[in-house]
């Protein structure tokens, strides 16, 4: 089995940061694409970013210019460094990625649990 497990959620200031890590373990042959989603409060779950295994990455327009998706690939890790907080983009943050394991020849989608991110003065 996979399992996906987040950090670095917490409270921020408007203009603050954050930067969240999801670590992927598990008997693991390959991730593809990872990718960063969150849902608000009373909405549907959203893209916030992704990033492929050979580091073409993709953003939402609400994140662009203010978060920056990235990869460790030895360590199965991947991160989000949030600036310029906004009180909107509070959500619960939840990582994503394709993993392709030992012993399969096709990716399956997983899923973390997920880290709160709230953006309050």
């Known amino acids: 089995q996979v399992q996906l497990v987040e950090s670095g959620g917490g409270l921020a200031q408007p203009g603050g940061s954050l930067r969240l890590s999801c670590a992927a373990s598990?008997?693991?042959?390959?991730?593809?694409?990872m990718g960063w989603y969150r849902q608000a409060p009373e909405k549907q779950r959203e893209l916030v970013a992704t990033i492929t295994s050979d580091g073409s990455t993709n953003y939402a327009d609400s994140v662009k210019g203010r978060f920056t998706i990235s990869r460790d690939n030895a360590a199965n890790t991947v991160y989000l460094q949030m600036k310029s907080l906004k009180p909107e983009d509070t959500a619960v943050y939840y990582c994503?990625?394709?993993?392709?394991?030992?012993?399969?020849?096709?990716?399956?989608?997983?899923w973390g649990k997920g880290t709160l991110v709230t953006v309050s003065s």
């Open positions: 994503n990625a394709d993993v392709i394991r030992l012993f399969t020849r096709t990716g399956r989608d997983y």
């Open positions: 598990g008997i693991i042959l390959r991730i593809n694409t």
